[in-house]
């Protein structure tokens, strides 16, 4: 069981930066799957990067959308899981989910992942 709770969310203007961490309660974090998705107003939730757990490596999948833009990290020994964002656009507006899966694997579907944070809003004005 992994409680998550994400942080660093905010307001930054177009092409800045913003800096999200998610902190993770429980045991064997470096073993799980870490992800982040996003959800804008009127739209599915998105994923947009995995880093799989430390048994398979800690191998990292992007979305399209953010590759080039977008930096996950972990640091397993505090249960951390960062997110790191740059050249922001409005389109980036939404609100920013941590999740784990049980797997270790950086699975890119939302049900693949068990465990979720409740989200930490990103504005970005034009």
């Known amino acids: 069981q992994l409680q998550l709770v994400e942080s660093g969310g905010g307001l930054v203007q177009t092409g800045g930066s913003l800096r999200l961490s998610c902190a993770a309660s429980?045991?064997?974090?470096?073993?799980?799957?870490m992800a982040w998705f996003r959800q804008a107003p009127g739209k599915e939730r998105e994923f947009l990067v995995a880093?799989?757990?430390?048994?398979?490596?800690?191998?990292?999948n992007y979305a399209d959308s953010v590759k080039g833009r977008f930096t996950i990290s972990r640091d397993n020994a505090k249960s951390t899981v960062d997110l790191q964002m740059s050249s922001l656009k409005p389109e980036d507006t939404a609100v920013y989910y941590c999740a784990a899966t049980t797997s270790g694997i950086a699975e890119t579907t939302q049900r693949s992942y068990t465990f979720w944070g409740q989200g930490t809003q990103v504005t970005v004005s034009s």
């Open positions: 880093i799989a757990g430390r048994w398979i490596g800690g191998s990292t």
């Open positions: 429980g045991r064997s974090f470096s073993a799980h799957g």
